[in-house]
């Protein structure tokens, strides 16, 4: 099974400032014949179900502000917020869809500092 | 538009077989590339996945669950139902249905719905 490790688990950022979440897998979830990670981002606010922001590791979903990116290839992934808002406090998680059983990371819980 | 909507009871007892529907709307189980996964998170917990159906009814379920889960469709009436055998205290959590589509992940979630198991 592959376990996803994010990092860190909280992270309070200024208003307008950058956020960078890690996620790191136990193994590469790339597939070689696509070339596609099979990584994703999900954004959880409280009595709300996740919603997704990226998939194939930097591919925004439709909707979701410019100012969440992602990246990473292999093992190594990173969301980016590149000017924290108010709105985009949440817990945030990764989750591979390489193979089941499909598994997410522990969440990181974003604040405003 | 893609919506999903969970039901079930609130409620169940240690032992008890929990039996939950997703009702969608918006996409077809019977059209190639879709299907409809199960994942649950605990009161302030992360996420996990249980099941996921295909449209051609493949099946996949997680291996820690796997002896207590089914899933099964019903194409006729747009719903997938999930059914957990046993159910104990540590079972007690929020139940989410998700469509997906091809390879990719869970793009639309339904609203969820709490699941409490105590005697």
């Known amino acids: 099974d592959i376990v996803m490790t994010q990092s860190p688990d909280s992270l309070a950022v200024s208003l307008g400032e950058r956020a960078t979440i890690n996620c790191k897998s136990s193994?590469?979830?790339?597939?070689?014949?696509?070339?596609?990670?099979?990584l994703a981002w999900y954004q959880q606010k409280p009595g709300q179900p996740p919603k997704l922001l990226i998939y194939w590791a930097s591919t925004r979903e439709s909707g979701v502000p410019d100012r969440f990116s992602g990246s990473g290839s292999g093992t190594d992934f990173t969301l980016t917020i590149s000017s924290l808002q108010a709105e985009d406090v949440a817990v945030y998680y990764c989750q591979q869809y390489y193979g089941t059983p499909y598994s997410f990371g522990q969440g990181t819980k974003l604040e405003i500092k | 538009q893609i919506t999903l909507k969970e039901s079930g009871p609130t409620l169940v007892k240690p032992t008890q077989t929990l039996t939950l529907t997703c009702t969608f709307s918006g996409f077809s189980l019977s059209t190639s590339g879709v299907s409809v996964g199960w994942i649950r998170q605990p009161p302030g917990k992360a996420l996990e996945w249980l099941a996921l159906?295909?449209?051609?009814?493949?099946?996949r379920y997680s291996p820690s669950l796997k002896s207590r889960v089914t899933i099964t469709k019903d194409t006729s009436k747009n719903q997938v139902v999930l059914t957990m055998t046993n159910m104990d205290p540590v079972d007690t959590a929020t139940y989410y249905c998700a469509h997906r589509t091809g390879y990719s992940t869970f793009d639309i979630w339904g609203q969820g719905t709490m699941v409490t198991v105590s005697s």
């Open positions: 159906i295909y449209w051609d009814d493949d099946k």
């Open positions: 193994q590469s979830v790339l597939y070689s014949s696509n070339n596609k990670n099979y």
